[in-house]
């Protein structure tokens, strides 16, 4: 019966709402992911990448005359060690300046503000789960597009440690850093300026045409990396959160990289990638 409810379930008549923290009130006054951000990054995203490809190769041609060796110029073309350093400074440098834009230029708390909120245990083996069911789904998906297997990232794959090096960065540093830029920058942007879905199908988009010069000729394989970003970008709407993005892109990255690691016995048969 109503007497007997306890107080706090009855409303009161002179209740007023709750008013909003300090931090969401500073946050909805900020300039923040608006449109000159987006033009900012872009521009240093560009000296980033030719700053990144001089320090690269002036470091290789350092260590190169250090241990008497000769200096290929195309050695970032076809070289995966370097690719990977190339893609590690780059990264870093990105960072910097997000960091940079946030919480010095905006002054806002830089991990809230790309909505990166701590997943219980729960949670975390939910999205290693999806990650990992993504995967097969993309591997058993049907050929829609013209494809081929000798694709450029399936070239990388020269040796065995070059192949465990990849599997590393694939796994533990591209995961954190592609979602860090496409699934927090980029879709807060588009989220808080054109809408949600906008944001949802623009970072899909977005993600998918850096790898292109990886698939070049596989455009099957593409399409399927357009519909793995597509279920990080959802997933990314649907909770509001960076994390679960995170987590997914990184068991997706490391349920692949695995199968290729049983494939190819422990990636001593990496021919087998180009072959079959």
């Known amino acids: 019966m109503l007497e007997e409810m306890p107080e706090f379930q ?12 300090p931090d969401v009130e500073v946050m909805r006054a900020s300039s923040l992911w608006c449109w000159p951000d987006l033009v900012l990054f872009l521009g240093f995203a560009l000296v980033a990448f030719v700053l990144t490809y001089v320090l690269v190769i002036v470091g290789y041609a350092a260590l190169e005359s250090l241990i008497g060796g000769r200096v290929d110029p195309n050695a970032l073309q076809h070289d995966t060690v370097l690719n990977i350093a190339f893609q590690i400074v780059l990264y870093g440098l990105l960072f910097g300046f997000l960091y940079l834009l946030v919480a010095v230029y905006h002054r806002q708390p830089f991990w809230s503000s790309f909505k990166l909120r701590k997943l219980t245990r729960r949670q975390v083996l939910g999205y290693i789960a999806g990650g990992f069911f993504v995967a097969v789904g993309v591997q058993f998906a049907p050929t829609l597009l013209p494809d081929k297997q000798d694709f450029p990232l399936e070239q990388m794959f020269t040796s065995p440690q ?13 995961p954190f850093m592609e979602e860090l830029i496409f699934r927090g920058f980029l879709f807060s942007i588009f989220e808080r300026q054109v809408g949600l879905l906008v944001a949802v199908i623009a970072t899909a988009v977005l993600f998918a045409l850096p790898h292109i010069p990886e698939y070049r000729g596989a455009w099957n394989h593409l399409l399927l990396v357009f519909l793995a970003g597509l ?7 649907l909770t509001g959160s960076l994390a679960p993005s995170i987590v997914l892109h990184s068991a997706y990255n490391l349920t692949l990289m695995t199968g290729l690691f049983f494939a190819t016995q422990h990636f001593r048969n990496l021919g087998f990638i180009v072959a079959r």
Do not use: M, Y
């Not at 009855?10 to 923290?21: C, F, V, W």
């Open 10 to 21: 009855i409303p009161r008549d002179d209740s007023t709402p709750t008013a909003p923290s």
């Open 162 to 174: 070059v192949a465990l090096a990849l599997g590393v960065f694939a796994t533990l540093i591209a």
């Open 231 to 237: 279920v990080f970008s959802l997933t990314r709407g």
